[in-house]
């Protein structure tokens, strides 16, 4: 069987591995440089997490996730990945931690409660300003996300039966016939086609674009003083929840930034246009890490980065056939990279063997708790 993917980051890259794995022959198109530097996938590092809020589909998948890392881990001939512990964090009123903690505590796997006078002890660069209740759990930890893109690349690039096609923007694509269309002009025929274009998908597949839209997300990156950098170092992941703003910080695992994020969706923004951002756009989220980080005053600013995600109303994945020989695939909603191996694993599994391809969109939407059938 041949297929053709287009999109060449973590979701892209990963179908295409589980494909090649398989003994198929892959094209894989991508309209930027391989790895591509703007692709939502290119960043220093990513969070993988049991705590979902009330999606137990996801939190189920996480153990099949890590699964799916150790087996592309086992390809590459290295772990890019590091542990830290999830602590979650929830305050005026907002109720996602305890939710998150519910709902793993219904698949077995329970969060720790910390009162608010253990929590600054246990995390004394924490202040417990705002937040109500905190649950930790030692599980999750940090993807090094673009050196695993750009290993990826280089494993694939070095496979007989996968042909990386980087700098070739696709015009048109007919699932229906399993056709393709560069910008240039070139047609390329498969016997399966899978566009996994991130935030550019919708423009591929009209639509998606009903369902999926691009959504621009600035996140900070910072200078910690240098009292604080060791600890840091060894902190775990936090993801916050305080009314209107949804921060999460990734520790600078070996020797990676130190990494702010507001979770909330901008729903907006083109992803081709330029991606500058002002500190002045990051106002509420500067000051909820004043309250929350001791010491923060001293932290740094080093570089504001701007990144794409895909989002759909309800967070959850599209991977669906559409077509006689297509399918989309948009695991996004700012939490996909997690689940990028097992993502591409599965897709590729059912492409090969027949499985119902309903099945297994509801699977990939978190609808089930276990693997397609």
């Given at each position: ?165 980087g700098d070739t923007p696709v015009r048109t ?47 900070i990156y910072f200078d910690l003083p240098e ?103 948009s695991p996004c909603s700012g939490h996909g ?37």
């Open positions: 069987m041949k297929a053709i993917v287009i999109g060449g980051g973590i979701m892209g890259l990963s179908t295409a591995w589980g494909l090649a794995r398989r003994g198929h022959e892959v094209e894989l198109f991508e309209q930027g440089p391989l790895p591509n530097p703007l692709a939502s996938s290119m960043d220093e590092h990513r969070l993988i997490r049991h705590p979902y809020g009330t999606h137990v589909g996801y939190a189920r998948m996480i153990d099949d996730a890590y699964a799916a890392w150790d087996l592309l881990w086992s390809d590459l001939g290295q772990t890019l990945y590091e542990p830290s512990g999830t602590l979650a964090l929830s305050g005026n009123g907002a109720d996602w931690a305890e939710r998150s903690a519910a709902a793993l505590a219904s698949i077995g796997k329970p969060m720790t409660e910390l009162s608010m006078s253990e929590l600054p002890r246990r995390f004394p660069l924490l202040d417990t300003k705002g937040l109500e209740r905190a649950f930790w759990i030692d599980t999750g930890g940090v993807l090094l996300a673009q050196d695993i893109v750009t290993a990826l690349v280089r494993h694939l690039g070095a496979q007989a039966n996968v042909t990386l096609r694509v007919d699932l229906e016939h399993g056709r393709i269309v560069t910008k240039a002009g070139a047609t390329h025929d498969g016997d399966v086609v899978i566009v996994a274009a991130g935030a550019w998908a919708p423009r591929l597949l009209p639509a998606l674009a009903m369902r999926v839209v691009p959504s621009r997300q600035v996140v009292d604080q950098r060791a600890a840091w170092a060894r902190g775990p992941m936090i993801i916050e929840k305080t009314g209107d703003v949804g921060l999460y910080l990734v520790p600078p695992v070996r020797g990676r930034g130190m990494k702010v994020g507001d979770h909330e969706f901008s729903r907006s923004g083109d992803p081709a246009a330029t991606r500058d951002a002002q500190e002045s756009e990051m106002r509420a989220l500067l000051d909820r890490c004043g309250n929350l980080l001791r010491g923060f005053d001293r932290w740094q600013v080093r570089n504001l980065k701007v990144c794409f995600y895909s989002v759909t109303g309800d967070e959850r994945f599209v991977v669906e056939k559409q077509g006689a020989k297509g399918w989309a695939m990279f997690k689940f990028g191996a097992l993502m591409g694993l599965e897709l590729a599994q059912t492409i090969d063997g027949g499985r119902d391809a309903t099945a297994h969109a509801r699977w990939a939407a978190g609808l089930v708790g276990d693997g397609p059938t």
